[in-house]
């Protein structure tokens, strides 16, 4: 099953959705100082099947859907086998999958091998905090199940 297959089937059942939409430059809302991204499991390093759950943890900040305009909250935004952070000051596009709707976790199905998975948190309008709220990246290796 290939990414695309996989994340298109996704929005239609109501999980996470792609942003398609591209701002020549926005605004970006500030983070909380003690604002920490992170992905409580899988670990860094383990082993997982091809379809597996990614938990999404976040301290000194608060989750929120998108469009919702509190001071220090956003949401997830999940990086898949990425080398480069998005851009900065534009909405994060269908390059990296959208939580949106404010979930804290979702499942995966990756093709076997070696896989990178990295959380940015977005604001209402899908734009990194300022400074970025970035988990640390992980590595999982995926089996053939």
């Known amino acids: 099953m290939n990414k695309a ?3 298109g089937a996704l929005a239609m ?9 591209q701002a020549a430059e926005a605004e970006r809302t500030e983070a909380s100082q003690e604002a920490q991204a992170y992905i409580i499991s899988p670990q860094n390093g383990e082993t997982v099947g091809k379809t597996f759950k990614v938990k999404f943890g976040l301290s000194g900040m608060g989750v929120a859907p ?5 001071k220090h909250t956003g949401h997830h935004h999940l990086l ?3 080398n480069e952070l998005p851009a900065m000051d534009k909405p994060m596009g269908g ?8 979930q804290t976790e ?3 199905t990756l093709e076997p091998g070696e896989h990178t998975l990295q ?10 905090h300022n400074p ?6 992980i590595t999982v290796i995926v089996k053939d199940d």
């Open 5 to 7: 297959w996989m994340i």
């Open 13 to 21: 059942l109501g999980g996470p959705v792609l942003a398609t939409a």
């Open 66 to 70: 998108a469009g919702v305009d509190v």
């Open 80 to 82: 898949i086998d990425k």
């Open 95 to 102: 390059d990296v999958i959208h939580f949106g709707g404010g």
């Open 106 to 108: 979702t499942t995966v």
């Open 119 to 128: 959380l940015i948190l977005g604001d209402k309008n899908h734009v990194p």
């Open 132 to 137: 970025a709220v970035v988990s640390e990246k």
